[in-house]
Structures are given as structure tokens and as C-alpha cells.
């Protein structure tokens, strides 16, 4: 699990809107943009909401592709260590029987 705190900023005017969030607070970061937008005191409209949660949804894709490069990555060092080693042990094994 991702432990990042990502920090999402909007500046409308003199309004600030900064959101900071990881990955599990993701979900009620979502549901306080959409909160904010239905509020009509607030001058954070629902293009503001949307265009929010394209940038979270981007980021989490962002972070999932990389995890998943990273798991993949290790997979094949593995592959490569245990090919390694076995070619280590079985050339061991032929050099015996050359003998």
C-alpha cells in the first residue's frame, strides 16, 4: 500500500481549496468534493468536482501502474536469480561426470 500524502490544490479568486489524502482517505476525499459541489454557499461547482476527481483517478492509475511495474520487476528478478542458480548447481553436477 502506497503511504504517499498527495496534495490537491484548486484557487478560485480568493478561495483556496487545498485536499490532501492517500490511499485511504481516497474514497472521502471523492465524496467531499461531490459534498462541496451540492453546496450552494460554496463557490465550488461540480465542473470543479469533476475536474478533481479526473485528476485523483489519474493519480491512483498513475500509482497502481507503477506498483504493479514494481511486482513485475521483482517477479523477474526472482526468475533470474533461480535460473542463476540452477545453472550454478547443474554445471556442478555435469563437471562431476566429466571427471
Do not use: H
Amino acid at each position: 500500500m502506497n503511504q504517499e500524502v498527495n496534495v490537491l490544490a484548486l484557487v478560485k479568486g480568493k478561495e483556496r481549496y487545498v485536499f490532501m489524502y492517500n490511499d485511504k482517505n481516497r474514497a472521502a476525499v471523492l465524496e467531499s468534493l461531490a459534498r462541496y459541489a451540492s453546496d450552494p454557499e460554496m463557490s465550488f461547482s461540480w465542473y470543479d468536482a469533476a475536474v478533481l476527481t479526473q485528476r485523483i483517478r489519474s493519480e491512483q492509475r498513475k500509482s497502481e501502474i507503477a506498483a504493479a511495474r514494481a511486482a513485475n520487476q521483482a517477479i523477474i528478478r526472482d526468475e533470474l536469480a533461480k535460473k542463476a542458480a540452477f545453472k550454478k548447481v547443474g554445471g556442478a553436477v555435469f563437471n562431476d561426470f566429466d571427471d
